[in-house]
């Protein structure tokens, strides 16, 4: 869509500079100038009295979605280890085949990662495409898109799935632009509608509400899932050998790199790393005092697991924003979540609710955290935590 200012029929009446609402429009030598802050919504074009103001808009051939089917799964790697966000996505990739009567694939990209692809079979994928080149051995942009982009042109899937990462969320928008497709980001949820569309469902509007997107009218169907919102495909060592691992023949282009990864820093955690950890415990705005949380630290220490908080407690300053759990913080899904002196508002409970077990500690018997908790007690914290962390102790 485009908008262009008709020079010989433009007189000069200003009607359209008071029209628009973004004050685009600017007069030159008694012409009306369309400035970069038009986004095009049109306001300016009725009130023309001259039909100096066109709004073009592009006629795009409708996609035959009857060629497109199968899910893919974009693979991510780093250091040639696979990442647990692909045994997620497989997981919901594999159910959203089922449903659709297709296959899964996933694309893997990286180098020397003998015995990836079984594994990546033995987790439920029917096909591995497999890049396998010393330029792909480290995530970079344009290799990576590159490559996707033609695969997906050239075996038109129906959907594609990859974690929303910090390599998934700098690879798949590439991806999206170049193939002329939407895109929906941070999705916590993925199901088939009665058309057979991909519903894409995500918090909206600060957490306040879940909103379900379709792509009706283009292919392949993309979104970026949330690490640890999705259970993990477990290995079925059945299945192994029965999947087919296809060679992605790399050209001179793929191979062709204007940046290189020169050094590898690791990150160092200081303690558990929130995302992985099997057991945590959280503390919230019930806390009354930022020294609440060493009460929460110790409850951690006796269970073996990491300390969380809700978004309340990091932007009173009692914790730093690493700690934070819910849409705007980590998304975790442990086998154990303790949440103490949380109320549970939808902003945290999409960041835990995919916990295996939890345990809500809250004096509130009303608090929404009550709804979504396996086990709730109602009480003063600083009764009941001292109380768990004895009998802790004492086992």
Not at 184 to 199: P, Q, R
Request: aromatic share 4%; hydrophobic share 40%; net charge neutral.
């Amino acid at each position: 869509m485009s908008i262009r200012v008709i020079e010989d029929k433009c007189t000069g009446c200003t009607l359209c500079v008071r029209a628009c609402p973004f004050a685009a429009i600017t007069m030159q030598d008694k012409l009306a100038v369309i400035g970069p802050e038009c986004t095009l919504c049109g306001a300016c074009v009725p009130v023309c009295k001259f039909d100096a103001i066109e709004l073009i808009v592009e006629q795009r051939k409708p996609v035959d979605k009857e060629q497109y089917r199968n899910v893919w799964v974009v693979a991510e790697q780093k250091r040639g280890a696979v990442q647990s966000v692909t045994y997620e996505l497989i997981g919901a990739g594999r159910e959203l085949a089922r449903k659709r009567g297709s296959a899964l694939h996933v694309v893997l990209m990286g180098h020397g990662m003998d015995g990836a692809g079984e594994e990546l079979i033995a987790r439920g994928a029917d096909v591995v495409h497999y890049m396998d080149h010393p330029a792909f051995a480290e995530y970079q942009d344009e290799p990576y898109s590159r490559v996707l982009c033609r695969l997906i042109n050239t075996h038109k899937p129906e959907i594609v799935l990859c974690g929303a990462t910090a390599i998934g969320r700098s690879l798949i928008p590439r991806v999206a632009v170049q193939i002329n497709t939407g895109l929906t980001a941070d999705c916590t949820g993925l199901e088939i509608d009665a058309d057979g569309g991909l519903m894409q469902i995500r918090p909206a509007f600060g957490g306040n509400i879940m909103a379900t997107i379709l792509t009706p009218n283009h292919r392949p169907q993309m979104a970026t899932v949330r690490h640890k919102v999705m259970k993990e495909a477990k290995p079925d060592p059945a299945r192994k050998g029965k999947g087919k691992i296809i060679p992605i023949e790399p050209t001179k282009e793929d191979a062709y790199i204007r940046a290189k990864v020169v050094d590898f820093v690791e990150e160092i955690e200081s303690t558990v790393n929130l995302a992985e950890a099997d057991i945590i415990v959280s503390g919230g705005r019930g806390l009354g005092t930022p020294e609440g949380f060493q009460l929460i630290e110790k409850l951690a220490l006796a269970l073996g697991g990491a300390v969380g908080s809700s978004r309340a407690a990091v932007d009173a300053g009692w914790i730093p924003y690493s700690h934070q759990v819910g849409q705007t913080g980590k998304t975790v899904c442990p086998k154990l979540y303790v949440a103490c002196g949380i109320s549970g508002q939808i902003q945290h409970l999409v960041g835990m609710q995919s916990s295996d077990t939890i345990v809500a500690i809250n004096k509130d018997r009303d608090a929404p955290i009550f709804t979504v908790a396996d086990y709730g007690i109602v009480g003063d914290l600083y009764q009941v935590v001292p109380a768990l962390i004895d009998r802790l102790n004492q086992r």
